[in-house]
């Protein structure tokens, strides 16, 4: 809703948030459906543009459904109108150009296997992916900003379970703390991860149980 705003420095901010957050799941969506890596970038492209001039994100209520729903109900429209022209052309005129990389975003869905899902399903799991990265990275931001970087870095192998192919006693070797001391660590971690996926979903949604809701399909798509 702060994105569809008039242009503003904090609907600019709410639209970088956005694009970083779906630009990739609604890519990979656009590939899977049978487009090739040119035309999935001009789509993708093109959608957020058209988005943006029509004014599509004023009209966006969270009384008829999460966001999430809104975008892939939206460009699933839009490439339906671009399969009526000869063409897949870029838009965007004085529209603002967003930061979107697909040759990374190439080299990544050619390390997932994803043949076999369907694009809404391609879409879940990128958006599940993509929010994690997110919160992971706002994570480490907080311990680069306390000189705890070294600390994070070892021990961010346990965000995934204690298994992680690395000890307690191991890690507290390597940085000199005794193997309770990373226990306490890796616990605290984990908190503050928790606390930055449910911010990351808090962005698009209205409502602490629409929160709990998101967290639970995060986890389905990322288990499919």
Partial sequence: MAAGKEPSPDAS???EQLCATYWFPLYAFVRRRGFDTNQAADLTQG???ELLRRE???AV???KGRFRSFLLSAIKNFIANQLDQQNAQKRGGDVKTLPMDFDQADRRLQLEPYHELTPESVFLKQWALTL???AKDAVREEYVQANKDRLFDLIQVFL???NAGLTYREAGEKLEKTEGAIKVAVHRMRQQFHK???QEISRTVATEAEIDAEIQDLFDALQS
């Fill in 13 to 15: 901010v709410a639209l």
């Fill in 47 to 49: 959608f957020f543009a």
């Fill in 56 to 58: 599509d994100l004023r």
């Fill in 61 to 63: 209520d969270p009384q």
């Fill in 132 to 134: 994690l990265e997110r």
């Fill in 160 to 162: 995934a379970g204690d």
């Fill in 196 to 198: 930055q996926i449910r």
